[in-house]
Each structure stands twice: as structure tokens, then as C-alpha cells.
């Protein structure tokens, strides 16, 4: 079993400060996107160019993702 957990969230207090994550520059489009939406309820994101462009990073993150181990099943029945 492979988990990926935050044990302690880091508090953010000012703008400078870093974000703690492997994969930050997808957060810029998806923060640009969901302004706009709050600005426009009748925006649709599939119209949208930072929508559009933090799935593709989004997705590519996930296509990263690999633990390397295959998933194999042994069932031991005792005769």
C-alpha cells in the first residue's frame, strides 16, 4: 500500500512565501482560473486557456507518478 500524506500543513502567512510541493508551477494557471471564475459565475472551463492548461499539467503530474512495482496477486490454498 502507497500512501502520500501531509503530516503537519504548512501555515502560509505572507505572498513570498515558498510553496512546499514537487510540481508548484500548476498551481499559477489553476489560481488564475478560479479568480476568473469567482469574477464570471457564467465562465465555462472548457472555454478557459488557464483551465485547459492546468489540466495538461495536472495530467502530465499524474503520468509522472510510477512506484515502479508491479501489482501481482498470489493466492495460497492449502490442499
Not at 503530516?7 to 499559477?28: G, K, N, V, W
Not at 485547459?52 to 501489482?71: C, I, L, N, S
Request: proline share 4%; charged share 40%.
Amino acid at each position: 500500500i502507497w500512501l502520500d500524506f501531509y503530516s503537519e500543513i504548512t501555515r502560509i502567512d505572507s505572498e513570498a512565501d515558498l510553496l512546499d510541493e514537487p510540481h508548484y508551477e500548476m498551481f499559477l494557471p489553476y489560481l488564475r482560473w478560479r479568480i476568473k471564475k469567482r469574477r464570471d459565475k457564467n465562465l465555462k472551463a472548457a472555454d478557459d486557456t488557464d483551465y485547459q492548461e492546468w489540466t495538461t499539467k495536472r495530467d502530465a503530474a499524474v503520468a509522472k507518478e510510477f512506484t515502479g512495482q508491479d501489482v501481482r496477486l498470489q493466492v495460497d490454498i492449502p490442499c
